[in-house]
């Protein structure tokens, strides 16, 4: 299976433990993830709060970059580029006026779009094309005797649920699950992070911060496994700001990615787990070797 | 855009500049005392406003709110918010344009969909979030400083010159622009990120860099046309 590829500026930034651990990962399942040449930012939350128009044709020139990549499907790891480039689709298919906007946008740099790419979540394309049972071939170290509590945020399910449900998705749960590892349940697996309110307005975003940390930690979770880079930095890089306003709750935050690295026995430092403020320390038991 | 408040009259503002709240707090400055009436007069509405917002695409449904405050309800920054989201979704449809610009609530919006999914009328309330959140700014409605807005400026001017986000650059950026002080009670978070060998400042730029200023002049047309 071969994808165009698009990693989003926050998996060349502060998220880059996602593309470490997401690129050897895909490679070990032999699908083929080719990066879309010269791709710009998707325009994120924050060009939807200043033009609509705009953000959506900074996202179709990526849409159009990956039609003349050849590639049908567009995979984006970064929940919030997997949102803006789904809803230009949207936009683009729904309203003419937008689709005009577009195509005149596009052709100031000849390029055009015919609306046909399919933009695909890692997650999804990992359990639905690949399949749980190929998955578990791979794992040679399962994660067992590790708590995870699976935290999806809300831009990867909402609004535009198409591979899972957008209040109880269940999709990463089954793929920890098929690593070995043990699900711990969590009510608030789609409640915000607060994105950018973190850094814009503290005393709501910590809150949140707080108050997803401290659930896992109520519920026994040894980790929090993400399909985000905002939600992995909100809940991994505050927690020095969580102390001081709440008290102490360590729970470190990995990307599934990096979970089935571990379970695949890829080497550690493909995986990018040491650029968390708060590592994951544990590690699966090494398998005693059958002796013949 | 004044950044203190004058004790003024509502009415007189609609035409005069807006008055701005402290950035961060509740949005009233109790120290000055400002008495206003506490009620709406018919004069206060922007006949049409409510009609325009439902023509850009996405809003087209917020003619069928029942009020119910489901989205208030699911909304989990609405504790934070002067107008809870029903409120903006009932002030919108009623023209009190000056009133839904100025609260807090369109900016404390982190886009997290729940109302959207939730609204048993099909209202797309984040979508409407983000249109008055375009207004408020081509208003040039919000206080000075106050980072969410500031935030979206600094975005949409890196995109525009770069092609990409470089997220430290864009923060740096941020905490100069808003509370620079700030920035120096985040020191720890620096430290982390330089420890986990994430901290840099290179500049990330795609080669055809001219071509996203180009399609973005190739958008414009007129958006709002005023009521």
Redesign the interface.
């Known amino acids: 299976m071969k994808f165009a590829y698009f990693p989003g500026c926050s998996l060349k930034g502060l998220g880059r433990a996602y593309e470490e651990s997401l690129l050897p990962v895909m490679r070990h399942l032999g699908l083929e993830l080719e990066e879309l040449d010269d791709w710009n930012c998707c325009g994120a939350t924050a060009y939807m709060a200043v033009d609509e128009a705009k953000a959506c044709v900074l996202a179709a020139r990526n849409l159009a970059l990956a039609e003349r990549s050849g590639r049908d499907q567009l995979l984006a790891p970064c929940a919030a580029c997997y949102l803006v480039l789904n809803k230009t689709k949207h936009y683009f298919h729904d309203y003419p006026a937008m689709k005009a906007t577009i195509d005149r946008a596009l052709a100031a740099v000849d390029l055009a779009y015919a609306g046909d790419t399919a933009v695909r979540h890692p997650l999804d394309v990992l359990v639905n094309d690949v399949g749980l049972d190929a998955i578990r071939q791979k794992v040679v170290r399962p994660l067992r005797g590790l708590k995870v509590a699976t935290y999806y945020g809300c831009q990867l399910v909402r609004p535009y649920a198409t591979f899972d449900d957008p209040y109880n998705p269940v999709t990463m749960d089954r793929l920890v699950e098929a690593l070995g590892a043990t699900v711990v349940r969590y009510p608030l697996k789609t409640k915000c992070c607060g994105g950018s309110l973190t850094g814009t307005v503290p005393e709501a975003g910590i809150r949140m911060v707080y108050i997803l940390l401290n659930e896992a930690r109520k519920r026994g979770a040894d980790c929090l496994a993400t399909v985000c880079p905002l939600c992995q930095f909100n809940l991994d890089a505050y927690h020095a700001q969580v102390r001081s306003e709440y008290g102490d709750v360590i729970v470190p935050t990995v990307y599934f990615t990096q979970l089935m690295g571990l379970a695949f026995g890829l080497p550690e430092k493909q995986l990018g787990l040491h650029r968390a403020a708060v590592p994951l320390r544990w590690r699966p038991p090494v398998p005693e070797v059958a002796h013949a | 855009m004044p950044a203190t408040a004058t004790p003024a009259e509502r009415v007189e503002l609609k035409s005069g500049p807006p008055p701005a709240a402290p950035a ?1 707090s509740g949005g009233r400055n109790w120290s000055t005392r400002r008495i206003e009436r506490t009620i709406k007069y018919e004069s206060d509405r922007n006949v049409g406003f409510g009609r325009d917002v439902m023509r ?3 809003c087209e449904q917020l003619e069928n709110c029942i009020q119910c405050g489901t989205c208030s309800g699911v909304c ?2 609405s504790i ?1 918010m002067d107008h809870s989201p029903r409120q903006v979704m009932a002030l919108t449809r009623a023209d009190f344009r000056d009133e839904v610009l100025r609260s807090h609530t369109i900016w ?1 919006c ?5 109302c ?2 939730e609204c048993p009328q099909q209202i ?1 309330i ?2 409407i979030m ?2 008055l ?2 207004r408020a ?1 081509d208003a040039g409605i919000y206080p000075r400083r106050f ?3 500031v ?3 600094e ?2 001017h890196m ?1 525009r010159k770069h ?6 650059v864009l ?1 740096i950026r ?1 905490f100069l622009k808003t509370d620079w002080f700030a920035a120096l009670g985040n020191w ?2 620096g430290l ?2 330089t ?4 901290f ?1 400042l290179l500049t ?1 730029r ?3 860099h001219g ?2 200023a ?6 414009d ?1 007129p ?1 709002h046309p005023s009521p």
């Open positions: 961060g850009v695409p996405g989990p920054l934070y404390l982190a886009s997290c969909y729940a959207t999914v797309r984040t979508d983000y249109e959140k375009q700014i980072p969410i807005p935030l979206a400026h975005f949409t995109v092609g990409r986000i470089t997220e430290l923060v941020l720890r978070l982390d990120l420890r986990t060998g994430r840099s990330e795609i080669r055809r071509d996203i180009r399609m973005l002049d190739a958008v047309q958006k």
